[in-house]
């Protein structure tokens, strides 16, 4: 029982996820430095709601990584 709970909430995620990304496709590049002469050095275009759902899932995995090491060191 707990295992189809589990895949109900994994296919609400995805489906969350998946409609932030239809709702903004707008391309972004985040710029790394400031223009030098004739360069900026930017990172390659992503849609908006990917990049945004990519910084939320980083952060998640993180949180998740500093908690359990905490606890291993209590």
Partial sequence: MKLILYFILLVL???????????????????????????????YQVPLGLLVLLFFFSGLVLGYLLHSILNLLR
């Fill in 13 to 43: 995620l995805l489906g969350a996820s998946a409609y932030l990304v239809f709702l903004n496709q707008q391309p972004v590049s985040i710029l790394l430095t400031p223009q030098l002469g004739e360069y900026a050095y930017t990172t």
